[in-house]
C-alpha cells in the first residue's frame, strides 16, 4: 500500500529534485511496523523573482505494510532547504515523529 497524504497527490507525482536518506540499511520494529527506509524529499515548484524558489518538502516512510509520503514543510526556504531540513530532524529527534506519523497514517488506512 502506498500513501499520499497531500491536499494535491499530483504535486509529487514526478521525481523529487532531492532527497536526503536518512536511514535505509537498518530494519527496526515500531508498533508491529518494520521501518526499512525514512526519507526527506524536495520538490521545487516554482520560482519568484523576489522570493527565490517555493520548495515542497515531504518525508517518506516505508514499512513492511506499505509506505507513506506526506508534507512535511513547503514555502520559500532559501538555499539549501532539504539539507537545513534534515540537520533540524537529527540534532533534534524528529525522525522519530516522522515515523510515529506516518505509522498513524498507515493504520488509519489499514482499519
Not at 1 to 27: A, F, T, Y
Not at 48 to 60: R, V, W
Amino acid at each position: 500500500m502506498k500513501i499520499i497524504d497531500l491536499h494535491d497527490p499530483q504535486r509529487v507525482d514526478k521525481s523529487p529534485d532531492d532527497v536526503e536518506i536518512l536511514m535505509s540499511s537498518g530494519n527496526f520494529t515500531q508498533d508491529e511496523f518494520v521501518i526499512s527506509k525514512v526519507e526527506l524529499r524536495l520538490y521545487n515548484e516554482r520560482i519568484d523573482a523576489e522570493l527565490g524558489t517555493f520548495s515542497l518538502i515531504t518525508s517518506f516512510v516505508e514499512t513492511d505494510k506499505g509506505s507513506v509520503e506526506m508534507i512535511y514543510d513547503e514555502g520559500f526556504r532559501g538555499d539549501n532547504p532539504l539539507k537545513r531540513t534534515r540537520e533540524f530532524l537529527i540534532s533534534n529527534l524528529g525522525i522519530s515523529a516522522l515515523i510515529l506519523r506516518s505509522i498513524i497514517c498507515l493504520r488509519e488506512k489499514l482499519d
